[in-house]
T-cell receptor, first 114, second 116 residues
């Protein structure tokens, strides 16, 4: 069974500081990995996805994530936080050939302070 | 292009009552998903349809939950009777395809259900 673990349910950064949201996966086969963002009272929006084409994946709004097989990690980063980045972020995994089912982590609430 | 539509946005019912949620996916999307998101948790897949057939309903509590996608387009999720622990946001999503594992899922705004 596949799963993801997000370390830190709440992360607080200053505006302009580095954003680092952690995600570790567990999968018996190379997975597909995703980061979604959820703003209050809205659905989830895809930030980026890893499908094995490249280990460093660039997404929308200046976010990127690096797939590290040796560490079973897929951490999300952004060099400079903006107030508009305040939201909840979910890491998710799906399998290859087993359908498109997403298994989500528990989420990380990002707070951006002035 | 219109996104995934869901209604109602909010619903409050008493336990043991029934409730139904509606979802209209993005036009042309073959795969439709219903997720349950309990406060403080990530979404959990309840059921996945490919056109009008069920691909995965392994986590759907079938004694009280049912879902259908009769014409392979819009879908209805029903709970009867509701329990307090069913309080959650119910998210509908759709994707072009749903068998390969790497297709982007597009989410609707969700229906927030409160069971009192």
């Amino acid at each position: 069974a596949q799963s993801v673990t997000q370390l830190g349910s709440h992360v607080s950064v200053s505006e302009g500081a580095l954003v680092l949201l952690r995600c570790n996966y567990s999968s018996s086969v190379p997975p597909y990995l995703f980061w979604y963002v959820q703003y209050p009272n809205q659905g989830l929006q895809l930030l980026l996805k890893y499908t094995s084409a490249a280990t460093l994946v660039k997404g929308i709004n200046g976010f990127e994530a690096e797939f590290k097989k040796s560490e079973t990690s897929f951490h999300l980063t952004k060099p400079s936080a903006h107030m508009s980045d305040a939201a909840e972020y979910f890491c998710a995994v799906s399998g290859r050939g087993g359908g498109n089912k997403l298994t989500f982590g528990t989420g990380t609430q990002l707070k951006v302070e002035l | 292009e219109a996104g995934v539509a869901q209604s109602p946005r909010y619903k409050i019912i008493e336990k043991r009552q029934s409730v139904a949620f509606w979802c209209n996916p993005i036009s042309g999307h073959a795969t439709l998903y219903w997720y349950q998101q309990i406060l403080g948790q990530g979404p959990k897949l309840l059921i996945q349809f490919q056109n009008n057939g069920v691909v995965d309903d392994s986590q759907l509590p079938k004694d009280r939950f049912s879902a259908e996608r009769l014409k392979g387009v819009d879908s209805t999720l029903k709970i009867q009777p509701a329990k307090l622990e069913d309080s959650a946001v119910y998210l509908c999503a759709s994707s072009l395809e749903g068998l390969a594992g790497n297709y982007e899922q597009y989410f609707g705004p969700g229906t927030r259900l409160t069971v009192t």
